[in-house]
């Protein structure tokens, strides 16, 4: 694992804090930890670390980093083609240097029923796409990358962004996730409606996580018909900075108030089974703050829609197909 | 149970908000929705309800509240001589009308053996303090109410603030805590050192608190015992916004440095001992968001202080006694 240090070196060069607030994913904690110590003795700086859980680029401390009187706030691990957000954050790559060879070596013969492949990894593993294709290429295969939109870089995705997989579906027989996350490489499987083979270069193992993906999709469906004769509907707004979509959320609750729904708006940081079950008088909730939450499959007592999946039931209640719902650039 | 509506609709009256933002305690929350859904009919105001666990005055919404654009935030249950938090939050009543007649009568055997009581209790019962005062003088008691400091009002406590009942116990000889709160019950004995007895109306219980208070100190010393060799200590600045003593997080590091020790400054909103466990480097932490989180007995796997414990810790590392560092009027 490589974090970018320069990177935060260069900007605390020029920025000078007297503070700075880091914050990662758990798996690089030990990292930077090491990396803040460095920085209080080498540069005479102030380190905060966050121990909350950092879900993603959509998870920025940039409102907290400001409470706290720090200048700068390093979001470590979710690179992404915006490199700052908010006023003083920045985002900070970091690497994964694990050899991704003997896997597509161990993949290619349950790839070799595709013609044309298409790569897609997250952000730790982008330096790897290069080399990927090369290699795929050499064995045979037409290697297609997505271009980079809005947040995203070439070939990459994130937990409810897709474009550049989504983008290049028509082009592609299958999809292959460079990297250890079924959580990524199912999103991958949804978003394109392809298969999609999941290449893990720790265990040397290529997934076929499109069986996978079709049970999420079901269980998906499912949900939705669970909450087809609510009444009731809360309607969750995220309280992280960046899930923080209120405007979304009082767009559904205008369409909900529509079809004669009772509506009431909710806030919640954290959004589980536990705290939603206080509410005993609401039916079903309808949640803004990440798609994730509803599609994952955790267990939650009753109908808990994403964005998607709201949009679909309105379009059964206007008595139309609901759509193939989850094949989109982008979850939100 | 009473909520102070009428609070409410004068505020809403006077600000004309287009959308509130109400938070309380859990078990409060289906008579908030049910007031909630009356405003929205009545007043044509926009009503949010906040999902996330409220834990006291000290955990109000107020930046929360101009980030989703509500012009008013109601934080309903937790009562204080301050009435008004930050820029637009205002603290709402409830009052318990439960009958404390019957629990009075119980409790007359066990606290026959004391002269000269204090009676204190939390914000939903201090409307009961007069009749009780006055049930118990009847009984032959010499009665004392403390007055109140600060955020607390005559007779009030909170979990870590203790003014009104630590202030009296030079006069009484025992303290009666009226309501169904152990928590609130063993702090008050805790802090004031005095034999304290809760009195439940609901169970009609009158319930001595002193033997676990005693060992919830015992536990709190042990604590404190376990980090005496610590080398490495994690300071943990709390996020809720009531909770972010920053300037004490920082004066706890610097004392820290000074006794050579390895010191991170850490942020966390939500303190529980999964979080916590990430950090394999730390040997024990200090935290500064709320006093409770350390002394209620919940079990971590390595100590964590609360400000009185490591103050008493730092009287240990000079050489000094520990002193009795629970008996005071305010645990931050």
């Given at each position: 694992v490589r974090i970018d240090e320069n990177k935060i070196i260069s900007e605390i060069k020029q920025v000078k804090p007297a503070a700075i607030l880091l914050s990662c994913p758990d798996g690089y904690l030990p990292q930077v930890q090491q990396l803040a110590s460095k920085i209080e003795k080498e540069y005479n700086v102030r380190t905060i670390i966050s121990a909350d859980p950092t879900y993603g680029?959509?998870?920025?401390?940039d409102d907290d980093a400001s409470r706290l009187g720090t200048d700068l706030a390093f979001h470590i691990g979710?690179?992404?083609?915006?490199?700052?957000?908010?006023k003083r954050t920045v985002l900070i790559d970091i690497y994964e240097?694990?050899?991704f060879t003997k896997v597509i070596k161990e993949s290619l013969s349950s790839l070799k029923k595709y013609n044309r492949l298409g790569i897609c990894t997250i952000?730790?593993?982008?330096?790897?796409l290069g080399k990927t294709k090369k290699t795929l290429e050499e064995a045979g295969f037409k290697i297609c990358i997505g271009e980079g939109q809005e947040r995203l870089l070439d070939g990459q995705i994130m937990g409810c962004r897709f474009g550049p997989a989504f983008n290049i579906r028509d082009k592609i027989d299958a999809l292959v996730f460079l990297g250890q996350s079924r959580f990524h490489a199912i999103g991958v499987a949804l978003s394109t409606g392809r298969p999609t083979i999941m290449l893990d270069p720790y265990l040397t193992i290529a997934e076929d996580v499109t069986p996978l993906a079709e049970k999420w999709l079901k269980r998906s469906i499912l949900q939705l018909y669970n909450a087809r004769d609510a009444e009731r509907f809360g309607v969750i707004i995220g309280l992280r900075e960046g899930q923080n979509l209120f405007k979304r959320a009082m767009q559904i609750r205008s369409k909900l108030l529509e079809y004669g729904k009772v509506v009431q708006p909710i806030t919640l940081r954290e959004i589980t089974d536990e705290r939603l079950?206080?509410?005993?008088?609401?039916?079903a909730f309808i949640q803004t703050a990440c798609p994730r939450i509803s599609?994952?499959?955790?267990?939650?007592s009753k109908p808990i829609l994403s964005i998607p999946q709201i949009e679909a039931l309105f379009n059964i209640w206007d008595g139309k197909e609901p759509e193939v719902f989850l094949e989109k650039p982008l979850w939100l």
């Open positions: 680029c959509c998870d920025i401390m979710h690179n992404s083609a915006i490199k700052r957000i908010g240097d694990v050899d952000s730790q593993y982008l330096h790897q079950v206080i509410f005993k008088n609401i039916d599609i994952d499959g955790e267990t939650f």
